[in-house]
Structures are given as structure tokens and as C-alpha cells.
């Protein structure tokens, strides 16, 4: 005995006409759009009048002459072209460029192995996450203070240190030869925790079936860390090396709290310099044009990183 099923004649003609079902498709799309812009609309314009505005706004005053007190004057590119021959840029950017060239490598460095130690079964391994990524989320401001007072040279704890172990005490932050490098110690203590969160959370994502297979095959724990660990560690470490590559040109902060650009402007970075011309000397048509030249930089690093990621097959972006 048999039972016929009769389908309706809606469900027939969707079966039958594909037109029909574009159609249907395109109109449930359209409401998935409206209801996902119906979430994030708002803060998408949000996003974008802080940030595409402000943009265009710094690219018109920067080709004025303007200190926000008498009328602005059109001057055309003429600001780029100082510039380029401003040698305290030049400067700046050497400065930052030394920044960037320490703390990126040793921040991922540093990541990387602690990450390790973390990924093991050891006791408050809990706690001891916790800690290495609480300078992470703490005031860049509160930290470059506090590094104020561990730093300075008459009564600082790294000096008292010093002078226990029988060392002599460093002028530190008032040293022109140590004052950048100091700041990048101080960045590293902050910024470090980031990298180990990444490379813990790229660690555990490995497959164990990987692992397994190369000790099986004679692998020591050396030659694993070296041939299977940091290959699949790589698109990670692209990722990081492009954002803490523009957390470094961006350095403001701590110089600010620290040195203020001294001592004899050796600690200028090109952030800094731009709070310089702009807020301190009122040459608000320059700073934005050097703010400018600093998004050049960026953007050419960071294409630079995607490019090499790509060329390599790494895939990180």
C-alpha cells in the first residue's frame, strides 16, 4: 500500500522555478543585511567620525599656516617640503627607528619563549598568566611615572640594587646613551604580556598529531621546538612583528612621562615631535603634515610585512 504526499503548489513552483529561488535568496540576504546593520550601524559611524574626519581635517591644516590665533594661511605643500629638510625629524625618526629595531624582536622574542613556559603543566600556572599580562592592561601613562621613580639615578631602586651587588650606579634617564634604551626596557615590561597571550593561544592550536608523530620519529624536545613549533608559529608571528611594529612608531607615552624628549632631545620620538610643534610651539599646519609623514612610514612598513608574509606564504593576513 502506497501514500501519495501532495506538495503544495508554492513548494512546487520553488522547486521547479530557480528564479524563484534567487529571488526568495536575494530578499532573505536583505534582511540579514538590515538586521547585521541594524547592530553595528551605529558604532560603524562612530568609528568613522573619529577616524576617517579627523583624517581629512589633519591633511587640510596640513598644508596651512595656522596657529589656531590669527587666520590661517595657504601655504600649499610648502609644509612637506620643510619637512623633509628639517633635521630634527630626521632625528625623530632616527630615534624611532633604534625604538622600534629593539623592542619589536626582543617583545616577540621574549613572548615566544614565555609562552612556552606557560604552555606547560605546572602549578598557578593560572596566576602566573595573570600576572605577565597585568602590565599589558595597566596605564601606559602609570607605568612610565612609576618607572620615574625605579629608574632615577640618586635614589631609584635600579641604582640601590646596584650598589647592593657592589655595581656603580647608571645615570639612566638622564643619560643621552641610556635614556632610549631604558624606555625600551620599560616598553618591554609592558607590552610583553601581549605577545605571550598570542603565542599562548597559537600554541595550543597546534596539532598534538604533529608533535606525536615527530618524537615517535626520534625528535628531542629542541628539534620539535625547532622544526615543528616555530613553522607553525609563523603566520602568529608575522601578525605580531606588524603590531608591535606600529605600537613602536607610535611611542608617545612613555616618552612623555619619562624624559619629555630629553635628555638633549635623544629620546624624541616622531609622535613626540608632532605634540612638540603642534601644542607646544602652536605650528598646528606642520605638525599634522609631520603626522602625515609618520602615517607614510607606517603604511610602508606595514605593506612592507604583508608583502614579505605573502611572498613567503605565510599565511598571516
Known amino acids: 500500500m502506497t501514500i501519495a504526499l501532495e506538495r503544495p503548489p508554492e513548494a512546487t513552483a520553488f522547486l521547479v522555478d530557480p528564479k524563484l529561488r534567487a529571488k ?4 532573505r540576504r536583505r534582511r540579514e543585511d538590515v538586521v547585521g546593520w541594524s547592530f553595528v550601524g551605529v ?74 613556559a606557560l604552555n606547560q603543566r605546572i602549578k598557578f600556572v593560572g596566576f602566573y598568566r595573570t600576572a605577565i599580562f597585568v602590565p599589558f592592561v595597566a596605564s601606559a601613562a602609570a607605568t612610565g611615572i612609576l618607572a620615574g621613580f625605579v629608574f632615577e639615578p640618586n635614589y631609584g631602586s635600579a641604582n640601590d640594587l646596584l650598589r647592593r651587588l657592589g655595581l656603580p650606579s647608571q ?66 608571528t608575522v601578525f605580531t612583528a606588524v603590531w608591535q611594529t606600529i605600537t613602536a612608531l607610535q611611542l608617545f607615552d612613555l616618552v612623555y612621562t619619562t624624559t619629555r624628549g630629553g635628555p638633549v632631545n635623544s629620546t624624541v620620538t616622531l609622535v613626540y615631535y608632532v605634540y612638540k610643534v603642534a601644542f607646544q610651539e602652536s605650528r598646528f599646519g606642520y605638525g599634522a603634515a609631520v603626522s602625515y609623514g609618520l602615517f607614510a612610514l607606517t603604511m610602508v612598513v606595514t605593506l612592507f610585512m604583508v608583502w614579505y608574509s605573502r611572498r613567503t606564504k605565510i599565511e598571516a593576513f
Not at 623633509?84 to 626582543?106: G, M, R, S, Y
Open 24 to 27: 526568495q535568496k536575494r530578499a
Open 43 to 116: 558604532s560603524t559611524l562612530v568609528v568613522i567620525g573619529l577616524s576617517i574626519f579627523p583624517a581629512g581635517w589633519a591633511f587640510f591644516i596640513s598644508q596651512k599656516k595656522w596657529n589656531l590665533l590669527s587666520p590661517a594661511k595657504d601655504v600649499g605643500w610648502k609644509n612637506y617640503q620643510t619637512m623633509i629638510n628639517d633635521p630634527e625629524v630626521w632625528d625623530a625618526v632616527k630615534h624611532t627607528l633604534f625604538f622600534t629595531a629593539l623592542f619589536v624582536p626582543l617583545s616577540i622574542f621574549m613572548g615566544m619563549l614565555i609562552a612556552v
Open 171 to 236: 645615570p639612566w634617564l638622564e643619560s643621552p646613551t641610556q635614556a632610549m634604551i631604558v624606555i625600551v626596557i620599560i616598553a618591554l615590561w609592558g607590552q610583553v604580556g601581549f605577545c605571550v597571550v598570542v603565542y599562548l593561544a597559537a600554541l595550543q592550536d597546534i596539532p598534538q598529531d604533529i608533535v606525536e608523530a615527530a618524537l615517535i620519529d626520534g625528535a628531542n624536545r629542541r628539534q620539535v621546538f625547532r622544526y615543528v613549533t616555530i613553522p607553525e608559529l609563523a603566520p602568529v
